[in-house]
Every structure is written in C-alpha cells, then in structure tokens.
C-alpha cells in the first residue's frame, strides 16, 4: 500500500460496468458529484467556440484511465484519451510488473524553457554576441518586466545564451533567453519576452531581428523516470534477454527507433491530450531530443540488472502545464487533473515520463514475445466487428470468430455478420 492510502492497484478493471469503473475513480480521487456528472457530458459549443476558431461541434476521444500506477511511492489513476486499442490495457499491465520491485522512480530539472530571437544582417558576429552578452542583465531585466507575477511565483528569466550558427544568409545569431516558467507551458510567457527583447537587441548590435520565439526543444526541461521489470513475472531471463535483443535495434537503427518511440508517445499523448496540454509540442520536442546525437534513437535504454531483472529509463524533455490554456478551459481537462490528483507541473511530467516507459516497455515486450498482433487485434476486432454493422452482444461474438479464425479483416466480419442474421 502507499504512503497516501489509495491504491491504484485494480485486477479485471476492464470487466466491471463502467458505471463501477467511474464509482471507483471518484472515490479514489475524491470527485463531487457534480465533477462525476462530467464523465457523461460533451464539451459545450460556447466553450468550444472560444477555444478555436471557425467552430462547428466538438470531436469526441475515448477517455479511459490506466490503474496500477505506483509512482515515486504513490498511487495514481491515469488517465489517457486515445483512438487506439490496447494502449490503456498495455500501459496498465505495465504498471502491473512495475510495481513488483517498487514501481516508477522519478527525477526532474526546474520548468526552463527556451526562447529565441534570431538576429541577422551582423557583419561582426563575434562582435555582436559579445555585445549582447554585455548587456545580459539589462536584457534580463527587461525580460522580467514583462510578466511579474511570475516573478512574484520565483519564475521568470534567469539566463542568455548566445549562439553564431553559419547558414545560407551568412553568420546569424541566436540569442536564447532562459525562463523559468513555474507550473505554466510557458508558451505565451516566452514569448512575450522575446519580443520585448528584440527593440534592445537591435539597437545593442545593428542588427535585424527577425524570429522572436519560443523553442519546443525543451532540453533544459528534462524529466528522467526508471523501473524494474520482475523477471519472472515476464516469464525468466530468457525472456529479459529476447526483450533487450529486440529493444537494441530501437538504439542502433533509426528506422526502428521511429516506432519505437511512436510507442512511448501513445502513452504520454494520450495524457497529454486528457489534460489539456499540446501533445504537438511535447512530439516535437521529443523526437528533437531523440535526434540531438546527430542520429535519432531510441528515448529510453534497457539492461539487465545483478538479479537479472530488467531495468527500463526514460530521458525526455516533457514541456507540460496545469495553468492556463485548454487545461483551464476544458472542463474535462480539469476533472482529468484532480484524477490524477497532480499538485505542480513536475508532477505531471513525472507521470508522463513514467506512462510513456510502461507504454513502451509493454510494446516491445510483446514484440520479443507473442507479437504485437495478439493483443491488439483482439481488441482491434472489435472495431472491426462495429464496422460490419455489428451491434449488441454481436459485436464481441463475430470478434472473438476472426480472431480465432486469424482473419480479423472487413469481408469477413460482413460473412459471419450475414450468416448469423
């Protein structure tokens, strides 16, 4: 049991009804009843329209929750909006095995993230990122009088870097403005400041500015998770070394590594999108970082350990908020952060970083096993069933026939579909 009295812990959650499934989730989380009735709403059209533009109606995901999350000592229920079969099922067996030997370990760096104001038309690069760097605490306090509550909050601009990159233009200069942007993404915050910025840097160098933006690059944003994988539970050190044979090519090969990774992410967007957050940023940033080698591999690194267990990490940069934006407005965003029961953005991210290694651990451990097919096509068939024009109880019926029969294909689906009725 945790420290905090809950257990996310939960065998067969996927056979009760759902209205056990939502009973649960409220009395782990601690919902009102008016926060339980969100879990049978639709967002509604005068917040959609606010949100977006040109709006015609709303585009509804599966929400489910991953269970037996133990993460830094503590329990959580996890929840993740995606289109795809078997990844809340995959992740929370994951989860399962995790837990054996103590489940998700976690650390992170401060919120940094980076923005940058690209200078051109200098003849004296050297000259001019020298001049640049002179001026850094006045930039900074320029940068900080911008937005001072979060300042107030210990947030804020805390370092310049300043960078000469060769391109077709000739030499340019980036100078990145380091923010702390405490519990925000830190989008809007960001960028705000690089444009303050750019009037000084023009008149300190006799430069243009052109590009005043934040990077998704958030390589100073780093959240780091570990586990271990009981052995035996996998089935024994044959099995841990299969799952590091096949997890190797992911390291060497970038063709590999893609869908590798493709993997984590099904986890970690499924989260992000539930709470709110630009899942965009976050795959953009992780597949950066994934590349920053110079040859894109895989984002987390597995070994056997002295008992031989396996031992999964995961390093990514993981630029996630709890204030502001969708996160605030949506009111399926909020309730899906007091699931979680997060207090600061870190924590969000730690969730993420593990989720995204339990996702990636349960994909390859059915690649170096049974295959990706069994699992997810049995849950695929289902689909399947639904799109022949299955309904009822027809619809596990005709899956479970192409599953057995090893044709979980449309035409199919349609014959038993005809032959039944």
Do not use: W
């Not at 995790?98 to 489940?103: E, L, N, T």
């Not at 994988?229 to 050190?237: A, H, I, S």
């Amino acid at each position: 049991m945790s420290n905090n009295k809950k257990s996310s812990k939960v065998s067969g959650f996927y056979k009760i009804p759902v209205k056990d499934r939502i009973d649960f989730v409220k009395n782990f989380s601690g919902l009102t009843e008016e926060e339980s009735s969100l879990f049978s709403s639709c967002l509604e059209m005068k917040t959609a329209d606010r949100m977006i533009e040109n709006v015609i109606t709303t585009f509804e995901l599966p929400l489910g929750v991953a269970v037996n999350f133990l993460i830094n000592g503590k329990d959580y229920l996890i929840p993740m909006a995606t289109e795809e079969s078997s990844v809340v099922a995959a992740a929370s067996n994951a989860a399962k095995i995790a837990r054996i030997k103590g489940g998700f370990k976690t650390e992170h760096s401060k919120p940094l993230m980076i923005g940058q104001i690209q200078l051109l038309n200098v003849y004296d690069a050297a000259g001019a990122a020298q001049s640049i760097i002179k001026h850094k605490k006045q930039l900074l306090n320029l940068a900080n009088m911008q937005d001072k509550i979060l300042v107030d909050l210990g947030g804020g601009a805390k370092d310049l870097e300043v960078r000469i990159l060769d391109s077709p233009l000739g030499k340019m200069i980036v100078t990145h403005i380091i923010v702390d942007v405490r519990d925000a993404m830190g989008a809007n915050a960001v960028n705000t400041m690089c444009e303050a910025l750019a009037p000084l840097i023009e008149e300190i160098t006799g430069g243009k500015v052109r590009l005043k933006i934040l990077s998704n690059l958030a390589d100073k944003r780093i959240v780091k998770a570990k586990a271990v994988f009981d052995k035996t539970k996998m089935g024994g050190e044959k099995v841990v070394d299969a799952f590091i044979e096949s997890y190797t090519l992911a390291a060497v090969d970038p063709y590999r590594a893609a869908t590798h990774n493709k993997g984590i992410m099904n986890g970690i967007d499924s989260l992000i999108i539930a709470t709110g957050n630009d899942f965009r940023a976050i795959e953009s940033g992780a597949h950066a970082y994934a590349a920053r080698n110079g040859q894109y591999t895989s984002l987390t690194r597995y070994y056997k350990d002295k008992n031989g267990d396996l031992v999964g990490e995961i390093e990514i940069p993981m630029a996630v908020g709890i204030v502001g934006g969708a996160s605030n407005m949506h009111p399926k965003a909020k309730l899906c952060k007091k699931i979680i029961g997060i207090k600061s953005s870190q924590e969000l991210a730690e969730v993420a970083a593990s989720l995204g290694l339990a996702q990636n651990f349960a994909a390859v451990f059915a690649l170096s096993t049974v295959g990706i097919q069994k699992g997810h096509m049995s849950l695929h068939a289902k689909n399947i069933a639904v799109m022949a024009g299955a309904t009822g109880d027809l619809i596990d019926k005709i899956a479970d026939q192409i599953v057995k029969e090893g044709k979980v294909k449309l035409d199919r689906a349609k014959e038993i579909l005809a032959e039944v009725k």
